[in-house]
């Protein structure tokens, strides 16, 4: 059932855009191997055989009821996201695009990724992904330590971490690795340690995130004993300082990419699909508890599809696979313009706040000569960005934009 939320009447202006933002396809796949304690994503363990074919064809009639909403627009990037989308064999992968590209305008250059786990049964099938059409992998790696591993749940070990890495880089010049540190006992040594180990492979993208305990997971219900805030903010410095040095740009709160020439092709690794999220563009979200944003004339909406996966492929099947869609009001569109192009370690330019929320830049002002004063931001005619400060602090800096009686919802992002 679809809830729409009517906005209350404001004195702030309706959106007016002179061009929509870049649109992006996001699809999840919802299942995984095994659900890891951290995790707050819509992932569920795979009890027995994944309904491949099933969802494959629910997916299909999910973009088909949505192909009205961006009828016309041209997709620039597409993300695999779950979940494990690598569980799914090339062959669903391959029919998926397939559906995609007989249905919508698929940039001839678009940005693919897959998201994949190192174990041995999907690095079997990395070759296969890229005949698929996929041309960006990104590796959970999280770290190569045994004992961390085990700890945060993951089924794969230090060795099958470097040989997934290892043939990875054989089949695709456009490599991510996902890294964590702040681990339950991890020491700033041992936050080094992995990122020395990454840096043998000289991936042209490396994600460094560091482990939040969220509600509704194993680690919310029962905390480990995690390294204090001195610490991970050692680790943290230790980890820029080291992938600065290697010649990485940190472009974005958790990002790392690097200009890497793998003949005969050389990769600028920023990775696109993420930095249409972070600069406010669109996105199509297909597949079970997949979300969207989406722009029209007037306004901004936002959707989010069933989260079960059973319940997701009936709906799908029966053309009505949404569960909410809301305009978002007026007042709400500058926080979340904000909650995502302030991420971006080199700002944004002052022109692209009009551009991507159709408001005019003076909506937000007083917000901006606010966090200015604080210190959060400097600011010029052609350009706003957060200061170290106000990147140490980024959710005191949110705060600043945030509109009456909300609170601070979790940036919608992919590594």
Same mark, same amino acid.
């Given at each position: ?32 191997? &095994? ?12 009890? +027995? ?11 299909? @009639? ?20 779950? +979940? ?38 999907? /690095? ?7 005949? @698929?059409?996929?041309? %960006? ?9 045994? *004992? ?14 470097? *040989? ?5 880089? &054989? ?8 890294? !964590? ?10 936050? %080094? ?8 492979? @000289? ?40 992938? /600065? ?6 472009? $974005? ?15 600028? @690794? ?8 972070? !600069? ?6 297909? +597949? ?40 978002? *009001?007026? $007042? $709400? ?13 080199? +700002? ?7 551009? %991507? ?59």
């Amino acid at each position: 059932m679809i809830v729409n939320h009517a906005s209350p009447v404001t004195h702030h202006p309706s959106p007016s855009f002179r061009a929509l933002p870049p649109l992006s396809l996001y699809i999840h796949i919802p299942w995984c191997a &095994r659900k890891c304690p951290y995790c707050d994503f819509n992932s569920h363990e795979a009890r +027995g055989t994944v309904p491949e074919e099933r969802y494959v064809a629910a997916l299909n @009639a999910d973009l088909e009821q949505a192909l009205p909403e961006v009828w016309g627009r041209r997709v620039h990037s597409v993300f695999f996201g779950g +979940g494990t989308p690598s569980l799914f064999s090339a062959p669903a992968i391959d029919a998926i695009l397939a559906a995609v590209r007989a249905r919508i305008a698929l940039a001839p250059d678009a940005e693919i990724t897959l998201e994949a786990n190192p174990g041995t049964v999907e /690095a079997g099938k990395f070759r296969d992904f890229r005949a @698929a059409g996929i041309n %960006r992998l990104s590796l959970g790696i999280q770290s190569f330590d045994p *004992r961390h591993l085990k700890s945060l749940g993951r089924i794969h070990d230090g060795r099958e971490a470097r *040989r997934a890495i290892e043939i990875a880089l &054989r089949n695709f010049e456009n490599v991510n690795l996902d890294l !964590m540190y702040g681990l339950p006992g991890q020491t700033v040594d041992e936050a %080094r340690a992995d990122i020395e180990a990454a840096l043998e492979f @000289a991936p042209a993208h490396l994600s460094c995130y560091h482990l939040t305990i969220e509600p509704n997971t194993y680690f919310h219900r029962f905390p480990p004993k995690l390294p204090d805030d001195d610490t991970t903010a050692a680790m943290q410095d230790a980890i820029e300082a080291r992938l /600065a040095a290697a010649g990485y740009d940190h472009y $974005e709160t958790s990002a790392f990419s690097k200009t890497v020439s793998r003949q005969p092709v050389t990769i600028e @690794a920023r990775c696109r699909h993420n930095l249409n999220y972070w !600069m406010f563009g669109d996105y199509l979200g297909i +597949g079970a508890g997949a979300h969207s944003k989406l722009s029209f004339p007037g306004r901004i909406v936002r959707e989010a599809r069933i989260r079960h996966p059973e319940r997701y492929l009936e709906s799908a099947a029966g053309g009505d696979p949404i569960q909410e869609r809301h305009d978002v *009001r007026p $007042e $709400e569109i500058p926080f979340e313009f904000m909650m995502n192009a302030l991420r971006l370690n080199a +700002g944004f330019a002052a022109a692209l706040f009009a551009e %991507r929320t159709g408001l005019p830049l003076t909506a937000t002002l007083r917000e901006l000569e606010d966090a200015e004063r604080r210190g959060l931001i400097e600011r010029d005619p052609v350009r706003i960005a957060p200061t170290l400060r106000g990147r140490r602090y980024l959710n005191d800096l949110l705060q600043l934009f945030l509109a009456p009686e909300k609170h601070v919802p979790h940036p919608v992002a992919e590594p």
